[in-house]
């Protein structure tokens, strides 16, 4: 089955410590996003990535770092600068076509706390 | 920026009855529009998209309207289910190049039986 995978589902971190979150595709798509979602809330663009090797800033980055060293992999490291960590987060991917980016697609999420 | 407004933020239908929600962007150079589907506890899941060179797309039971003159579209969903029951997100983006997409906040949908 092609798709997106995100680990751990649940992740509890005690405050001061970095955690990593894991996102994975096999839809052999380009581009990478990761997003935050707060309750009741849309969808915030942490960070994303066009190539390997390469990534931008998106609208909430403070607190949060990623890197692309393999197409099929966008870790995202939730930082203790990152003041108000707990969310759910969104990992997508998409292709990139005539120029432009495609449909994204996202996967189940994880669901961070902080203790 | 893009800025996408959306309506209602919550609402309850009676199965069977249809729903509609409605959003709204800025900017105009704005040339798709995808809807998702978000089940508590999961992922947003693509429903329909639509992209600006037409009007109005089906599938099944969801529709999905374009205006590009008054930049509004709207999501029609016929004969609900219990299972439609969800949140709803719209969105814009331009995919001339990266396609930074701009998320509604959201409809919950509520199918009564």
């Known amino acids: 089955d092609g798709g997106i995978t995100q680990s751990p589902k649940y992740l509890f971190r005690k405050e001061g410590q970095n955690v990593t979150l894991s996102c994975e595709q096999n839809?052999?798509?380009?581009?990478m996003y990761w997003y935050r979602q707060d309750p009741g809330q849309g969808l915030r663009l942490i960070y994303y990535?066009?190539?390997?090797?390469?990534?931008q800033k998106g609208d909430i980055a403070e607190g949060y770092s990623v890197s692309r060293e393999k197409k099929e992999s966008f870790p995202l490291t939730v930082t203790s600068a990152q003041k108000n960590p707990t969310a759910f987060y969104l990992c997508?991917?998409?292709?990139?076509?005539?120029?432009?980016?495609?449909?994204?697609?996202f996967g189940p999420g994880t669901r961070l706390t902080v203790l | 920026g893009e800025n996408v407004e959306q309506h209602p933020s919550t609402l309850s239908v009676q199965e069977g009855d249809s729903a509609v929600i409605k959003c709204t962007y800025s900017d105009s150079a704005s040339n798709y529009f995808p809807w998702y589907k978000q089940e508590l506890g999961k992922g947003p899941q693509l429903i329909i998209d639509i992209r600006s060179n037409v009007g109005e797309k089906k599938d099944q039971r969801i529709a999905v309207t374009l205006n590009k003159t008054a930049k509004h579209f709207s999501l029609h969903i016929t004969e609900t289910q219990p299972e439609d029951s969800a949140v709803y997100f719209c969105?814009?983006?331009?995919?001339?190049?990266?396609?930074?997409?701009?998320f509604g906040t959201g409809t919950k949908l509520q199918v009564i039986p």
């Open positions: 997508a991917s998409s292709r990139i076509t005539g120029g432009g980016t495609d449909t994204q697609y």
């Open positions: 969105a814009a983006s331009y995919t001339g190049g990266y396609q930074k997409v701009t």
């Open positions: 990535s066009q190539i390997v090797n390469d990534f």
């Open positions: 839809l052999n798509h380009d581009a």
